[in-house]
């Protein structure tokens, strides 16, 4: 069934942010209560997934059709059509046979990868809370209908486009529809019919994000209607291009350039020559297809595929596939402390009064702080409410008031209740030391309250100070008592009591020390980046092994300028005390000193960071923007988990870099052979059938690349896009490969005095097992025989190789133009294949020699590889 508008029940002309909640409801056939499953599961039916656009990208039919949008495919298709029509109907067959061929078998690559790709994204699905039969429960937001009532709070994304039924200090990020960088409030009411996006105070809309505060809202549009949706295209095309795609595109230029030169110089010399137009015709464009990397496309999506489900079975789910050449070239990561170097689970260790004395006060105060706030959910209230101390009938004698959420810039929660029996309320804060403290005009003391003054200010200071040094995470509490009132506001957190304090400890993780010196091992420095004070942050930072001499605060990196924080932060350890909003400028700072940066965080505040960096890191218990922002997401939030996450993807940036080596060696030097052998000889050196035969056996074991192993050497360091070594790879090898086809040509001419049906069969023979014997050689930096291949690599690559050799004793070799070769000749082209991979083995080493060399020179700082940071121990 086709899916119908989302707006259920609302005609198109109407706007429903203008429309009042109570006739929105009843007009999406809903009411506060949300709606029934049957009723839901009914309207998901006839509406429609809750997504931007339908999943028709990765169809087979798409797919298979998408093989042959391919400039060369097409041009083939031509050529055959023209043989066809001049006569040539048997080579016409051929040509279709092979071109068909070609692209199932990238067909059948390229949709295996993408339909790993689609499961591997359903593992971390956004979740959203709804009212389903009158109770919260937690759905995919593709589920979500029009009519779904939805819950949102701190951290969630908006899965759709909605009016707010009730909302309590509700503030949203809305820079991904507006580009408006400060969260804007939000309120039930009612706007103009003809309202911006921008405008609608009482609307959310998918993609956004809630900063702070609570909200009940109700959901009008869906999927296709949403505005998210009509800019969905414009949002993708914003998605930075990575370094990888980056390479791959300029190498596809240079390789289009040498194809452009090669096939139009042949094809005129050819007519010089008074050849045949079509033969002609036939022969330079088959040239231009054994030159290409056709392949190349199908081979990256496998590559790439196959390493995303590699870590995936070690706990890394990809949600962007570019991303995982970046995850191997970072050479930076920056993090957050809690959770990634320190165990995640925080223990409430102290609930003191002003006087450094345990109270039970304090401990009382802080889990009615924790358990009745609704805002965000942190680790910190959660160890505050598994503390023990007071059993439950005590919390029960007290009822909730009101709250005001916790937001980024006051750093405080507040909560009021009313005690049983009691005639005031009790007005409860508590959060960030210094930030409880601008709002306290008393201190409570064993005497009673007494003015906060500075003898007071000071030995709160002091016992922060001590406590932070020791590695404690320091919150503060502070009261007030004042008559009921119906609503409080972030006004009445004034003239407060300071209480006390409570302290928090979140021990170094377990083999954290392993974990940073395996990636200082493998090239990638380490620094941290936490809103959290300078004491507690060194004080865990030499606890782990990292340094810790040099810190910058956020009121530091506020007094930079842009240039001045691009050389500053080459020399910091540690950056303290960070605002959110500071943690993107350090990300780009990195970035603007050619480092490759990953960033870690899964916090609201972190969405910014991770896109600014190469490579966003999160796990899947962090916040709704926080995962939707990250490339990677760790299932388990661990540095050991990324440790090799990181070699998986130095693998599959190497196993895709082989593929490149194999076409720029062999291929590049048998097409010049070619070339240059067809303005001499008397006849064409190879048909273009057999061509077309030769570049698609050959390129039958390069599909199994991707199951290649890696040389260990291979992930010690950053791997990066260098299209000035493929480049120098081509000249090296290239030329190589020409010198032993010119052997082979003098071989069949001057020695085994070959006709024309026998040199190109011989000249087939041996150009395709030099192709299939360089994958062996340039696939592994040691010498070939100390480096084993994959039992996928090594069996494709002899069954070719056997087929290469029996072909032209097959009885259907003739269609091709083969004969059968004497026993004298195939001995004399194993001869000359052998001392080809001896001289392609020295040159090998010469060559990676040569560019450790070139890669120590030293570079400038623009360059992506230059200035390296200190590693991390």
């Known amino acids: ?109 390229e949709y295996g990868a993408s339909r790993a790709t689609e499961a591997l994204k359903q593992r971390v699905s956004h979740k959203a809370i709804v009212l389903r039969d009158g109770a919260e429960c937690a759905i995919n937001a593709e589920d979500i209908v029009p009519g779904d009532v939805i819950r949102l709070s701190a951290g969630n994304l908006i899965p759709a486009d909605g009016v707010i039924l009730d909302a309590r200090d509700f503030n949203v990020s809305e820079a991904v529809l507006t580009g408006e960088t400060f969260p804007v409030v939000k309120t039930p ?52 291009e990575t370094g990888f795609a980056r390479g791959i595109r300029r190498f596809g230029y240079l390789m289009t350039e040498i194809m452009l030169v090669i096939v139009i110089i042949v094809f005129f010399a050819n007519l010089l020559l008074h050849r045949p137009l079509i033969e002609s015709m036939l022969f330079s464009l088959a040239l231009a297809v054994g030159l290409t990397p056709e392949l190349l496309p199908a081979i990256i999506s496998v590559t790439l595929a196959r390493g995303a489900r590699a870590m995936a079975a070690n706990g890394v789910i990809v949600r962007r596939l570019d991303a995982i050449e970046n995850l191997g070239s970072m050479d930076l990561l920056c993090t957050d402390k809690t959770g990634t170097l320190t165990e995640g689970v925080i223990h409430l260790d102290g609930w003191l009064d002003v006087d450094g004395n345990p109270s039970t006060d304090i401990l009382l105060w802080a889990r009615l702080n ?45 909560v009021v209740v009313h005690h049983n029996g009691a005639e005031d309320d009790l007005l409860i804060t508590k959060g960030a030391v210094q930030n409880v403290l601008e709002v306290c005009r008393f201190v409570r003391t064993a005497n009673g309250l007494e003015p906060l003054g500075d003898t007071h200010r000071a030995a709160i200071d002091e016992k922060f100070r001590r406590w932070s040094a020791d590695g404690y995470r320091v919150l503060g509490m502070a009261i007030r008592r004042f008559e009921s009132r119906e609503a409080l506001s972030r006004k009445d957190e004034t003239d407060l009591a300071f209480a006390g304090f409570l302290l928090f400890l979140d021990p170094p993780k377990q083999g954290i020390k392993q974990a940073l010196s395996a990636l200082a091992h493998r090239g990638i420095a380490v620094k941290v980046i936490s809103g959290d004070n300078r004491y507690v942050t060194a004080h865990l930072a030499t606890a782990v092994g990292l340094r810790a001499e040099r810190i910058m605060t956020g009121e530091d990196l506020s007094k930079l300028t842009k240039s001045a924080l691009f050389a500053a932060v080459q020399h910091t350890d540690l950056f303290v005390e960070i605002d959110p909003n500071q943690k993107e400028r350090i990300v780009e700072a990195f970035r603007s000193r050619g480092h490759v940066v990953g960033y870690m965080g899964d916090g609201i505040n972190d969405a910014p960071a991770l896109h600014e960096a190469d490579i966003g890191i999160s796990v899947d218990t962090a916040v709704d923007v926080a995962r939707e922002a990250a490339d990677i997401i760790l299932l388990k939030q661990d540095l050991g988990v990324l440790v090799r996450g990181v070699d998986d993807g130095r693998k599959t940036f190497a196993n895709t870099m082989k593929y490149i080596s194999i076409t720029t060696s062999a ?207």
């Open 1 to 109: 069934m086709q899916p119908v508008p989302a707006s259920a029940g609302i005609p198109d002309e109407d706007a429903y942010w203008s429309i009042e909640a109570n006739d929105l409801l009843k007009r999406l056939k809903t009411s506060g209560s949300g709606l029934a499953t049957s009723e839901a599961a009914s309207r998901l039916a006839k509406y429609g997934r809750n997504t931007p656009e339908a999943r028709s990208g990765t169809s087979a039919l798409t797919i298979f059709v998408g093989q042959f949008r391919s400039p060369l495919v097409l041009i083939l298709i031509f050529a055959a059509g023209v043989s066809a029509f001049v006569g040539e109907g048997q080579e016409a067959v051929i040509i279709g046979a092979i071109v068909l061929a070609s692209c199932v078998l990238s067909f059948t690559q």
């Open 370 to 414: 924790a358990t009745m706030q609704t805002g965000l959910k942190n680790p910190l209230d959660e160890a505050i409410a598994s503390a023990q101390g007071d059993d439950g009938a005590t919390l029960r004698s007290f009822t909730k008031v009101d709250e005001i959420p916790y937001d980024f810039i006051r750093k405080r929660l507040s």
């Open 667 to 873: 291929n590049f030097g048998n097409m010049i052979s070619m070339a240059v052998a067809s303005l001499f000889l008397p006849f064409l050196p190879l048909l273009a059938t057999q061509i077309l035969l030769n570049n698609l056996l050959s390129s039958i074991p390069s599909l199994a690349i991707a199951t290649d192993n890696v040389d260990a050497e291979q992930l010690h360091r950053p791997r990066r896009w260098d299209i000035g070594s493929v480049r120098r790879f081509m000249l090296s090898f290239g030329p190589i490969s020409s010198l032993f086809d010119f052997a082979t040509f003098a071989f069949l001419l001057f020695i085994a005095h070959a006709a024309p049906a026998m040199f190109q069969t011989a000249w087939f023979v041996e150009s395709l097992t030099t192709q299939l014997a360089i994958v062996l050689i340039v696939r592994t930096h040691k010498a070939f025989w100390a480096s084993r291949p994959s039992p996928l690599l090594a069996g494709l690559t002899l069954a070719v190789a056997i087929v290469a050799i029996v072909i032209p004793y097959v009885p259907f070799a003739a269609y091709f133009g083969f004969v059968p070769l004497p026993l004298p000749v195939l001995v004399g082209l194993v001869a000359i294949t052998a001392l080809y991979l001896l001289a392609s083995e020295v040159t090998k080493r010469w060559f990676f020699d040569h560019e450790k060399h070139h890669s120590h020179r030293p570079r400038s700082n623009k360059t992506p590889t230059g200035n390296r940071l200190p590693q991390s121990p």
């Open 189 to 240: 009411g009612r706007s103009a019919p003809e309202a911006s996006v921008a405008q609608r105070s009482n609307a959310v809309f998918t993609g956004t994000s809630v900063r702070s505060g609570t909200a009940t809202v109700v959901a009008a549009a869906t999927g296709e209607r949403t505005e998210f949706a009509s800019i969905a295209a414009a949002l993708e095309r914003r998605i930075p």
